[in-house]
């Protein structure tokens, strides 16, 4: 079984930093290199965004929204994706969840076949305030 588990998630204001973490464990342990892993986002009464994807030739894919300020990468030997995100906005408020997929591999990929991802995390809340 794998589980994704993120983390790193909390409460900061306008213009401040966080590094979100995904750690993965399982079954997945020993081909987690080959896999495109990615965020998502979504606030309450919101429609889910995706935020940025690297595959596993650590190509990177980011919305328009948060480029520049986010950076997206991954450490194979740790199985842990990451999500430095700096001059954070109100608009980034939301739960960000991390995905795993052998095939999907840009944002549009993943965010079409969402539900048919092979692995999605629960979740980290973000608030930011003004």
């Known amino acids: ?20 973490s995904c750690a993965a464990t399982g079954a997945i342990d020993s081909s ?14 919101k429609e889910r965004e995706g935020v940025a994807v690297i595959d596993s030739a650590g190509r990177t894919d980011y919305a328009d929204s948060v480029k520049g300020r986010f950076t ?4 194979n030997a740790k199985n842990t994706l990451y999500l430095q995100m700096n ?10 969840t991390c995905a795993a997929d052998r095939h999907f591999c840009t944002i549009r990929a993943m965010s079409e076949s969402y539900y048919g ?14």
């Open 1 to 20: 079984q794998v589980q994704l588990v993120e983390s790193g998630g909390g409460s900061v204001q306008v213009g401040g930093s966080l590094r979100l």
């Open 32 to 45: 987690y290199s080959s896999y495109c892993m990615g965020w998502f986002r979504q606030e309450t009464g």
């Open 72 to 75: 997206i990468s991954k450490d």
């Open 87 to 96: 001059s954070l906005k109100p608009e980034d408020t939301g739960t960000y």
């Open 117 to 130: 991802i092979d692995y999605r995390g629960k979740g980290t809340l973000v608030t930011i305030s003004s």
